[in-house]
């Protein structure tokens, strides 16, 4: 009688065992189903209509990976940063320097993908017609002489690079090469190119993909403004990827992820992103940007 009772207990202590391994595992599933991959972006253009812009790209990300994709706006560059070194975000298509910036502050954070033009991105320098200032080879250092503006502080090719190139090129700094401040800070690609294209500056710099999709849809403002140099090339924009993602959704989610951003196709994708196509990319891309973050004082 005792050993029939014991077989019964071993019975329903395995049973017992059993369910809670299986409740276990559902919980891990419901917590898997729940979890939500936040991302962001620098706010490089067009600042107030970030969510509707990259909409196409977290509709795109939850078909393709099945979970659930939230779009974060950030008001600044240094905000986008700010958001990923917290966790509040485990994806950002960042530019190059703060893409450094966010993979510095976490550990375990990698570059995985960026535009087919990004390994070999470029800034154009433009001056409102009116300062008789055409396009040449080399670097056009007769704008010391006119009013300038950069885009944002923290950009790239707005900012960073193009300091590199006039303290190359002339061995001043941005503050002492240029005779008639203060320098501006326009905020965003789309925004210098406007301040040009009205007067509000002489010269300015931005990207060259910002600068292309101006021109297309401002004709008007266009006609006024002139290229005047395109940079030599550098990395710049990228997605970073969060460790937490690995915790989140599971071993691999970083390479899924990567494997669809990659195969991405859709127009509205792309044309958010303003790339043609998405390729691979490491992180060690992007060590001259460090080295140039280092050179200008930018750490």
């Known amino acids: 009688m005792l050993k029939g009772c014991a077989s019964s207990i071993a019975l329903v202590g395995a049973a017992g065992a059993a369910l809670a391994l299986s409740s276990c595992g559902k919980k891990e599933e419901a917590a898997a189903s729940d979890a939500v991959l936040r991302f962001s972006a620098i706010p490089d253009t067009d600042t107030t209509a970030q969510a509707e812009k990259f909409k196409p790209v977290a509709d795109y990300l939850a078909k393709e990976l099945g979970v659930k994709v939230e779009f974060v706006p950030s008001a600044k560059y240094s905000a986008s940063v700010e958001k990923f070194s917290n966790g509040d975000i485990q994806l950002a298509w960042f530019g190059g320097v703060s893409g450094v910036q966010a993979r510095r502050a976490v550990d375990g954070a990698e570059a995985i ?4 033009i990004d390994p070999n991105y470029k800034s154009y320098f433009i001056a409102n017609k009116a300062t008789g ?4 080879n080399n670097f056009p250092e007769e704008i010391a002489n006119f009013t300038f503006t950069f885009g944002s502080t923290g950009s790239t090719s707005g900012r960073v690079m193009p300091t590199h190139f006039i303290t190359e ?11 008639k401040g203060p320098i501006g800070f326009s905020g965003a690609h789309d925004k210098t ?19 292309d999709k101006f021109v297309a849809k401002n004709p008007e403002a266009a006609a006024k403004m002139q290229l005047i140099w395109k940079t030599p090339g550098y990395a710049d924009y990228n997605f970073t990827a969060h460790p937490a993602l690995e915790k989140l959704f599971g071993e691999g989610f970083t390479a899924k992820l990567q494997a669809a951003l990659v195969k991405c196709e859709d127009p509205a994708v792309l044309d958010a992103l303003r790339r043609k196509k998405i390729i691979k990319i490491d992180s060690p891309a992007f060590d001259n940007i460090a080295e140039v973050m280092k050179a200008v004082g930018l750490e």
Do not use: H, I
């Not at 200032?133 to 040449?136: A, C, S, T």
């Open 169 to 179: 090129a002339s061995g001043k700094s941005p503050e002492d090469f240029f005779t």
């Open 133 to 136: 200032l055409v396009q040449g």
């Open 113 to 116: 993908a960026c535009g087919a």
């Open 193 to 211: 190119a406007q301040q040009v294209a009205d007067g509000t500056f002489d010269v300015g710099v931005l990207s060259y993909s910002a600068y």
